[in-house]
C-alpha cells in the first residue's frame, strides 16, 4: 500500500511570501504524488460556509477546503501557491451538502512537474480521501482552469466573491 512510506508532517510556518523554515527535502519528498494523501481533508479550513452552486463543474454543489499551506493564498486571491498546498472540492449530491458524491483535488508541485501550466497536479477521489485517482489527461481541466491563472488556475477571486468576502 502507498501509505506504509508516509511521511512524518514536519512543522511549517507560512507567511506571505511563502514557506520558511524548512529545506528543499520537504517539497520534493512530501509532494511526491505516490505519497499524496487527503483523508483529512475534511479537518481542513473550509472556504465555503455551505455549499454553493458550482460555476465550472456541471452546476453541482460544491465546498472548497484548503490545507493549510493553501488557505492564505486563497483567501487573498493573488500570489503564487507554496509547493504542496492541497486544495480539495467536494461535490455534492444536494443543497445540505451532507452527502458527499466525489472529490476533485488540485495539488502544487515542485516546480518543473508541468511548469507551462502552474505545476498543478489535477485528480479525483471518493468522499473518503483515499481511492485516488490522478488525472492523467490534465489538459481536460488546464482547459479551463487556466481561465484562472492570474489567480494561479484556482477560481478563488469567483467563489470568494459568491461567499461574499
Ligand atoms: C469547464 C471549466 C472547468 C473544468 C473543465 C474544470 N474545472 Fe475545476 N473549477 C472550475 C471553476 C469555475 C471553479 C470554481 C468553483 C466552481 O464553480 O465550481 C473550479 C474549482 C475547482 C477546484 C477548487 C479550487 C478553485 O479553483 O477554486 C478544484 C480542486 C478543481 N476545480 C479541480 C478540477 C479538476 C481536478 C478538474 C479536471 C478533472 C477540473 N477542475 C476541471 C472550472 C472548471
Known amino acids: ?11 511549517v510556518t507560512v507567511t506571505l511570501f511563502g514557506v520558511i523554515g524548512v529545506g528543499t527535502a520537504f517539497a520534493s519528498s512530501d509532494c511526491d504524488e505516490k ?3 487527503f483523508e483529512d481533508w475534511r479537518d481542513w479550513q473550509q472556504i465555503t460556509q455551505k455549499p454553493v452552486k458550482s460555476v465550472g463543474h456541471s452546476n453541482n454543489w460544491v465546498g472548497i477546503f484548503v490545507n493549510e499551506l493553501a488557505n492564505e ?19 455534492y449530491d444536494d443543497a445540505d451538502g451532507k452527502s458527499v458524491r466525489k472529490l476533485t483535488i488540485m495539488v502544487k508541485m515542485p516546480d518543473g512537474f508541468d511548469a507551462q501550466n502552474g505545476n498543478w497536479w489535477y485528480a479525483t477521489s471518493d468522499p473518503s480521501g483515499s481511492r485516488v485517482v490522478p488525472k492523467r489527461r490534465r489538459a481536460d481541466c488546464i482547459s479551463c482552469h487556466e481561465q484562472a491563472a492570474k489567480t494561479d488556475y484556482l477560481f478563488s477571486e469567483d467563489v470568494l466573491e459568491a461567499e461574499g468576502k
Not at 500500500?1 to 512543522?11: A, T
Not at 486571491?77 to 461535490?91: D, E
Open 1 to 11: 500500500m502507498v501509505h506504509l512510506f508516509k511521511p512524518i508532517i514536519k512543522p
Open 35 to 37: 505519497l499524496l494523501t
Open 73 to 91: 493564498t486563497y483567501r487573498n486571491a493573488g500570489a503564487l501557491y507554496p509547493v504542496c498546498a492541497k486544495i480539495v472540492k467536494p461535490i
